[in-house]
């Protein structure tokens, strides 16, 4: 950690993916990755560790984000292999980044959630899905990211789509990626579209009761 400030805030981003770890409705198993940027380090969750684990273990990995960004910008293979970037002093576990770190990386906002939110992936994964997001985050910018393998191919579809503000994505058939300066901010941004794309329950015919 670079400084006390950087060290509070991983320590709070560490609370938050915790408890996001432990909510069906965002985490499936080892899915979804959370990160910090201090100064040209990205602090990401490793691959393979979970995120309701981030307050009793070690899950998040040191990556030299400028070298990853410029694989990212010439298309390099390299991009795909985010263990190649750990920063081996830093990385006491050997725990490798996860191949989404590219995703993190390209979003220039300090904190990066990435969620696999059963509300966001309802909507993600139909036909109209981006016409569908359109109308219900009025006032929120993001940007509508189709399907693409995560890695290189997920990162030059970002990279293409981003623009300047956007602190949301919606990815096609995936999930949800949220981002703003502080972990207090990213997860109000996370609980706001959260609360815009999620759609009531269905209602159930009342029962029969005779006839059962
Ligand atoms: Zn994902």
């Known amino acids: 950690m670079a400084t006390q400030a950087d060290a509070q805030e991983l320590a709070a981003l560490r609370a938050l993916s915790a408890s996001i770890g432990l909510n069906p409705h965002m985490t499936q198993a080892a899915g979804g990755n959370t990160s910090l940027k201090a100064g040209d380090t990205l602090w990401i969750k490793a691959s393979g560790t979970w995120l309701k684990d981030a307050l009793s273990d070690d899950i998040m990995v040191p990556v030299a984000m400028a070298p990853l960004l410029e694989a990212v910008d010439r298309r390099d293979p390299a991009a795909d292999k985010p263990q190649a970037f750990a920063i081996e002093d830093l990385n006491r576990r050997g725990l490798r980044p996860s191949i989404e770190t590219t995703v993190h990386a390209l979003m220039p906002q300090r904190v990066v959630l990435h969620v696999h939110c059963v509300d966001t992936i309802s909507l993600a994964v139909q036909a109209d899905g981006e016409a569908e997001v359109a109308t219900r985050l009025g006032g929120i910018e993001w940007a509508w990211v189709p399907y693409f393998r995560p890695g290189l191919p997920l990162a030059?579809?970002?990279?293409?789509?981003?623009?300047?503000?956007?602190?949301?994505?919606?990815?096609?058939?995936?999930?949800?990626v949220v981002a703003a300066e502080t972990v207090a901010e990213a997860q109000a941004l996370l609980h706001r579209v959260r609360s815009l794309l999620a759609r009531p329950a269905r209602a159930t015919a009342a029962p029969d009761i005779a006839a059962l």
């Open 156 to 176: 030059r579809g970002i990279a293409e789509r981003l623009r300047p503000g956007v602190n949301v994505l919606i990815l096609g058939n995936h999930g949800l």
